[in-house]
Structures are given as C-alpha cells and as structure tokens.
C-alpha cells in the first residue's frame, strides 16, 4: 500500500523554493492538489514572500542523486492565504498540464485514530539534500486548536524540509491534511507553565492541519473539490 | 456514442422531470426488438410444431455435448466471485468511492431476490428434494441417504453457482457502467471485447438479442406460470381450468406489474419486492412453526454441512463414468436457465446495486439469497420429506402428478389450509408481478440507450407488451417452445461469462493501481540553489495554535 501511496503522489510532492535574485532557496513542500495547477502548503513558510517556485520531483531509474547544483522551477502565484490555519493555495504561474485522478481529497472526520498514515515530502532541503523521502506513521490523535482549526497528529518526528507535506491515509489513498510541523506541547499549555519550562519539549510527534480547511479557500477559487 | 454515454444519471431526479410524453429510446434497439419480438410470436403460433421440434433438437444437442462445458462454467465463475469478495477488489465501491447506496439494504435484498428465483422456489421448494428422493442418481432411492442426497442435489441447483452467475453479469456490468461510464446495457460487458464498436451495429445486435431474450424468457414464465396459478386456484375453489380464465390471469398480473413499473423502481418495484418478501416470509414461518420444527432446525444445519462438505464434489460430478443421463434433465437445465436468466437478472441487479462495495455486492447477491434459499429449501423440502418418510406420505405422488399442486398437498397437512393456499396463491402472483415488473424495467433500460431511468412511455409499452405475448403464445400455442429457444441462449453466454471473469479483472485491476499525478512540460530555466537555514520553530504557530 505505501509503495502505491508513493508511486500515485511522488509528482505530487514538489519542493517549494523562494527566489532572490538567479538563485533559489529551499522553504520546505507544497503539493498539487487540483489538476488546474494549485497547489497547498503550510502558510508559514510563504508569508512575506512574493517569488514563489515550485519544482517537482526529477525522475530517476534506480537510485537517485541527493544532491544538486540547479534547479528548474516553476513559477507560483499566491492565490489564498489563511494564516488562522497556517495555509496557503498557490497557482503554477504558467500553463503546466497536470493528470491527476478523479479523487484526491479524503474525509477527515472518517479517518479513525490509529489508522495509518503516510507523507512524502523532502525533509533534508535545508542541508541541501534534494531527495523525495515517504514516512509512514499513525494518527495519534485528532485535535481542536484554540482557534477551532482540526489538527491530526501522528506519531512521527516531521524534519523541517516536509513541512506543507500532503499527509495521506493510507486506508484509501486520499489526502487528509497539509503537514505543519512537530508538536511543542508547549503551544498548549498555560502561560504560566510555559514560563517555568526551562527547555522546550521534546516530542517526536507531529501535526498536519485537516485538508477540510483548506477546502475552503479552493471553493474561494471556485475550484471543485476532487 | 456521447448521447449513450450520457444516460448516466442514477436516482429518482431525472425520472421526476420527465413527463408521461417524453419518448427518449434507442430507435435501432427499440424498433427492430419490437419487430422480431412481433415475428417470432406470430411464426411460432403458426408453424408451432416445426419450431418447437427445432428448438426441442437444439436443446438436447446441447445437453449432450455441452454439458461439461457448462459444469466448468458455473465453477470458474463461483470461484472467481468468491476470490473477488476475499481479495483487495473488496473495498471498491460501485459508482466511485464516493457514491452512496439509493435503496435501502432490506429493499434492496427483496428487489433482488424477486427477480431472481422467487417464484421458482415456491414451486420446486417441495417438488425437487421429492423427485430426487424417489429417483437419486446417486444412492437407492427412498431410503435415508437419499433423503440427504436429495437435500443436497436441490442445494447445488439453488444454493451458490445460480447466485455466483448472477453476481458476476450483474457486477460485471455495474461495474462498467457505474465506474467506467460505460451505458447501463448488456453491451457494456462486451466493451472489453469489442471496445467502442459496441457503440455501433455490434452493440446494437447484442442488446436487440438481450432484450428478445429477456422478453420471451419473461413472458413465456408468465404464461406457463399462469397455468400453473390456474391450477392451484382450481384445486383449492374448483374454479375449472380454461385459457380464459389464464386470460384473465395475466391481465391482472399484467395491470399490476406496468402499474409498479410506471411508479419506478423506489415507489413500485420496490414496494411490491417487500411486500411479497413479507408475505412469503410470513408463510415459511406458519409451515416451520406448524410443521415438524426440530426435524426442519435439525436439517438445515445438516444441509448446509453435507453441502459445504460434499460442493466440491457434487459441483464437479459429470456422470462421466456413470455414463447415464440423468444430469442433462437436471443440472445441466439447471446450469444453462440460470446463465440464459442472468443477463437479465444480472441488469437487474446492476440497476440496484449502485453505491455498494464489491464486498457488500457480494455478500448481499450471493451468501445471503444462497442462505434465504437454504433455509426456505429446508422449510419446504425437509417439511414434505417428513411426511413422506415419517407422516401420511402422499406428497412424492403428487409431485409426480402435478408439480404446483404439490405445495397444495403439503399444506394440506396442516390447520388452517385454506388460509395458507390463499396466501401461497398471493405470493405466487406477487412472485409472477415482481419478475414481470423488473424484466420490464430491464428492457426499459436497454431499449432506452442504457439510461437506468428509462421514459415512463416505454415502460407501459413493455410491460403491456409483455402481457399479451403472454397471452397471445397462451392461446395460440408455443410457450414451451420459445421458452426451449431462451435457454438455448444459454449456451452462448456460457462463453460470454468466462470472457466476463477476464474482463472484469482486467477491469479491476486497471481501476484499482494507484493513478500516477504527473506535471507536463515546462521550461527549464536552470537556477543555482542557495542554502538557507531552516525558519525559527515557533515561527507562524501563534494564531493557529
């Protein structure tokens, strides 16, 4: 089941990159999500930038090179922003043509705790290391954050280079959620604990916002949910 | 090809807004079936014996020489179909995963079993396991073992293979249609054979073939049955039997059966399946209640266990040695009427099943009717081998002399018998009207271009048609012999059936792998890549959290 996971998103999964200038920086995962060219990722990674690039992952027979020197992207609008559940739909700036499948986005609240889950993403883009990796974990509990937005953790540590991963069930295939980092107990806990704590906790838990959210801002772009 | 293609639509929605006048149909299927349909009833009443004689020939040829063909058939497809409910296909739902049942689970499953076998079991119910215990191939007749034998020969022609034929057509051609978007036709499982011709003359020959077939397997099964409901009437109020009053007879079956299928599947088929389900579980219940109730309880563990135990050797049993023909009039007849029904009942189940996993499709097509058969088989059966071997007996002679009479008899045994024969005569008809009704609404479909809410203009035209073909072959003769001439169809399917397993798998397979996302070409603009450290891990986790 993981190998079909990896094999139907591998193209999915693309690395996000900021540019400055004639180069580009690695800023984490975004995925595409409509066959008309949007994508999804984590707000955070994108707020005050404008040059957003995308660049899926290369094809390689056999074993794949982890490094490299240069990259092609493809150009990203920013089309919806919703900082409230730290997401964000981007738009291939040119004419790509994308193939996907009928159905792609899966019901949160049917996926039960303990089901298992998967994400591909690159987690090592910061230290260079351009490589598409696939994780599998569980869901270890479906949270509501203070501001109401439906939050998945799962029992694996996310590196940083796979945040605005796609988190997928691996049940049905279909993605439940946009992967948004580790989780800091510290984030909920009251301020007064928070302020005695002498040292963050560590965890290796991790959390993805429900995709339900991020139907939202599609239906903004009057996309019809796939 | 598009206008086909586009008669998708499953619900009540589009039957709504169309009004009595709309006339949406195929016209090459629906004319020329209408024609032969016309040809073939007025040759038959006038050459009646000739073509009953032909018919007749082509039958027993078939029998004789094909018959091995068939027992491989029924197995291949019984053990596919149980592959496929274990297998990773399970979870695959009939009109896309995020399709939802339209009728209910017990509506569903009385909409089903009606069309399937109903009536059949109400009649060979007592008469099969008597006719096999006093003439059993396979021990000395009349004794024990013929009793379980008996049991367990009238489980094999009922129990899984006829429910296994029925669930592969009827997935096959869900399938396809509902996830491949493929017209709700009999056409459709020959896409993989064929691919888009059937859009064409091929296709059109082949649903033309399906709807003559299904027409006359149904009107021919009205007007015999008719006979027989004239039978039981006569036996119970000494009402005489005459063509007129079987006249008479399928005029109400007719009246009933177009008024359900005008009012569409939901609001008559439906009903009318329940309805009769209910009554008929009503009375199963008074026979197992009155009757010898332990003996019956006793039984039906014991059969299903000779029949677990003993299925693959039975359903593999070809007289080879023997080399007798017993196995010709029996299953053989069996094997080659299920698979001439099924694509029939198959459509019809199709139509129905829209929403349902593979997995719940076949539990619901073939272990449960198989189990409801079981256990009506036991009830009926067991109850007449009581009587025989321990009781008054009496019931193995009047198998012999008139099949439909022989429930009458059985009843007879017990209180309150003119009650009971009056409710076996209503289930009986209900039987005849939820076949009718629904091979109506099957060639509604497949006369429509596949729409599976066909216009409300053609389904009066077949239903009433139905009835006076019914008549018409009643009164001028050759029921039997186009009824011989539908079961031979059952040849010819045979191999459609086993190109069905390929196709369907194929089918399953290609829908079930993962479908790669890709992104086509683009520029290649190169850019040097910066390294640039990872953001502050608190960063932008203050509103959300």
């Known amino acids: 089941m993981l190998q079909n996971i990896y094999f139907q998103y591998k193209g999915a999964a693309?690395?996000?990159?900021?540019?400055?200038?004639?180069?580009?920086?690695?800023?984490?995962?975004?995925f595409l999500i409509h066959p008309r060219g949007y994508l999804l990722t984590a707000a955070h990674l994108i707020i005050g930038i404008t040059d957003l690039m995308a660049v899926p992952m290369e094809e390689h027979p056999g074993f794949a090179p982890v490094r490299e020197e240069t990259v092609a992207p493809i150009p990203l609008e920013i089309r919806q922003i919703d900082r409230e559940r730290d997401l964000a739909l981007l738009k291939f700036g040119q004419e790509v043509?994308?193939?996907?499948?009928?159905?792609?986005?899966?019901?949160?609240?049917?996926?039960?705790?303990?089901?298992?889950?998967?994400?591909?993403?690159?987690?090592?883009?910061?230290?260079?290391?351009?490589?598409?990796?696939?994780?599998?974990?569980?869901?270890?509990?479906?949270?509501?954050?203070?501001?109401?937005?439906?939050?998945?953790?799962f029992d694996t540590l996310i590196h940083d280079g796979s945040i605005g991963a796609p988190l997928v069930n691996l049940y049905d295939g279909r993605i439940i959620g946009v992967v948004g980092g580790r989780f800091l107990p510290q984030d909920l806990m009251p301020e007064h604990l928070r302020q005695s704590a002498e040292a963050p906790i560590k965890t290796d838990i991790s959390y993805a916002v429900s995709i339900e959210h991020a139907a939202r801002l599609m239906e903004k772009e009057t996309l019809a949910l796939i | 090809m598009t206008e086909i293609r586009d008669k998708q639509q499953v619900g009540g929605e589009q039957e709504k807004e169309q009004g009595w006048f709309h006339l949406d149909i195929h016209p090459q299927v629906f004319f020329i079936s209408a024609a032969l349909i016309v040809f073939f009833v007025v040759t038959t009443i006038v050459f009646q014996q000739y073509v009953g004689d032909i018919f007749e020939q082509m039958q027993n040829a078939i029998s004789d020489y094909a018959g091995w063909l068939f027992i491989?058939?029924?197995?291949?497809?019984?053990?596919?179909?149980?592959?496929?409910?274990?297998?990773?296909?399970?979870?695959?739902?009939?009109?896309?995963?995020?399709?939802?049942?339209?009728?209910?689970?017990?509506?569903?499953?009385?909409?089903?079993?009606?069309?399937?076998?109903?009536?059949?079991?109400?009649?060979?119910?007592?008469?099969?396991?008597?006719?096999?215990?006093?003439?059993?191939?396979?021990?000395?007749?009349?004794?024990?073992?013929?009793?379980?034998?008996?049991?367990?020969?009238?489980?094999?022609?009922?129990?899984l293979h006829p429910w296994a034929i029925y669930s592969m057509v009827g997935l096959s051609l869900a399938f396809f249609s509902f996830n491949r978007g493929l017209p709700l036709s009999i056409r459709t499982a020959f896409y993989p054979l064929f691919g888009d011709r059937i859009y064409g003359w091929?296709?059109?020959?082949?649903?033309?073939?399906?709807?003559?077939?299904?027409?006359?397997?149904?009107?021919?099964?009205?007007?015999?049955?008719?006979?027989?409901?004239?039978?039981?009437?006569?036996?119970?109020?000494?009402?005489?039997?005459?063509?007129?009053?079987?006249?008479?007879?399928?005029?109400?079956?007719?009246?009933?059966?177009?008024?359900?299928?005008?009012?569409?599947?939901?609001?008559?088929?439906?009903?009318?399946?329940?309805?009769?389900?209910?009554?008929?579980?009503?009375?199963?219940?008074?026979?197992?209640?009155?009757?010898?109730t332990l003996?019956?309880?006793?039984?039906?563990?014991?059969?299903?266990?000779?029949?677990?135990?003993?299925?693959?050797?039975?359903?593999?049993?070809?007289?080879?040695?023997?080399?007798?023909?017993?196995?010709?009039?029996?299953?053989?007849?069996?094997?080659s009427w299920w698979i001439a029904w099924s694509p029939f009942v198959g459509m019809f189940i199709a139509?129905?099943?829209?929403?349902?996993?593979?997995?719940?499709?076949?539990?619901?097509?073939?272990?449960?009717?198989?189990?409801?058969?079981?256990?009506?088989?036991?009830?009926?059966g067991n109850t007449a081998l009581f009587i025989e071997m321990f009781g008054a007996g009496g019931i193995a002679r009047s198998v012999q002399e008139n099949i439909p009479v022989s429930l009458f008899v059985l009843l007879e045994n017990f209180p309150l018998s003119v009650v009971t024969s009056s409710l076996a005569i209503i289930v009986i008809t209900t039987f005849f009207v939820t076949s009718s009704d629904s091979g109506s609404m099957v060639i509604d479909i497949i006369t429509s271009g596949g729409n599976p809410n066909p216009p409300v203009l053609?389904?009066?035209?077949?239903?009433?048609?139905?009835?006076?073909v019914a008549a018409s072959l009643l009164v001028g003769g050759g029921l039997v012999a186009l009824q011989t001439a539908t079961i031979i169809t059952g040849l010819p399917f045979a191999?459609?059936?086993?190109?069905?397993?390929?196709?369907?798998?194929?089918?399953?397979?290609?829908?079930?792998?993962?479908?790669?996302?890709?992104?086509?070409?683009?520029?290649t603009r190169q850019f040097k890549i910066k390294t640039k450290p990872p953001l502050d891990k608190t960063f932008g986790r203050r509103r959300l959290w």
Request: aromatic residues 12%; neutral net charge.
């Open chain 2, 458 to 468: 053609s389904r009066l035209f077949w239903a009433i048609l139905e009835g006076v």
């Open chain 2, 295 to 335: 003996f019956v309880m006793d039984a039906l563990l014991e059969n299903i266990g000779y029949y677990i135990q003993h299925l693959p050797q039975l359903s593999t049993w070809n007289e080879t040695y023997e080399h007798t023909q017993w196995q010709q009039g029996w299953t053989i007849f069996y094997w």
């Open chain 2, 72 to 159: 491989w058939t029924v197995n291949i497809v019984l053990v596919f179909i149980l592959v496929l409910l274990a297998g990773r296909f399970g979870d695959i739902r009939l009109g896309g995963p995020d399709a939802r049942p339209e009728f209910s689970t017990p509506g569903w499953f009385a909409m089903l079993f009606s069309a399937g076998m109903g009536i059949g079991l109400l009649f060979y119910g007592v008469a099969e396991p008597m006719f096999h215990y006093v003439a059993n191939p396979l021990t000395e007749p009349g004794t024990t073992e013929a009793a379980r034998k008996a049991m367990d020969i009238t489980f094999l022609h009922w129990g």
């Open chain 1, 14 to 30: 693309m690395m996000l990159f900021k540019k400055e200038g004639e180069q580009v920086a690695f800023r984490g995962t975004a």
């Open chain 2, 351 to 380: 139509r129905v099943s829209y929403g349902r996993s593979i997995r719940q499709f076949i539990l619901g097509v073939l272990l449960v009717p198989t189990m409801v058969t079981f256990l009506w088989l036991t009830i009926f």
């Open chain 1, 97 to 153: 043509e994308v193939s996907m499948p009928d159905h792609v986005m899966g019901i949160p609240e049917e996926v039960p705790i303990g089901n298992s889950v998967a994400c591909l993403g690159y987690p090592f883009g910061y230290y260079h290391i351009y490589t598409q990796l696939i994780k599998q974990a569980a869901v270890a509990g479906k949270i509501l954050s203070k501001n109401q937005t439906r939050i998945f953790l």
């Open chain 2, 495 to 523: 191999l459609v059936l086993l190109g069905m397993c390929l196709a369907l798998y194929r089918g399953l397979s290609e829908y079930a792998a993962p479908s790669e996302i890709t992104v086509g070409a683009r520029e």
């Open chain 2, 202 to 292: 091929a296709g059109n020959i082949i649903d033309i073939l399906a709807t003559v077939a299904t027409l006359f397997g149904v009107a021919t099964s009205l007007g015999l049955g008719v006979q027989q409901v004239n039978a039981g009437l006569d036996y119970l109020l000494g009402i005489g039997q005459s063509p007129t009053i079987q006249v008479i007879l399928i005029g109400c079956i007719t009246a009933v059966a177009t008024w359900s299928v005008i009012k569409g599947l939901d609001k008559g088929i439906r009903r009318l399946s329940e309805i009769n389900i209910g009554f008929a579980a009503l009375l199963a219940l008074f026979v197992m209640l009155v009757g010898p």
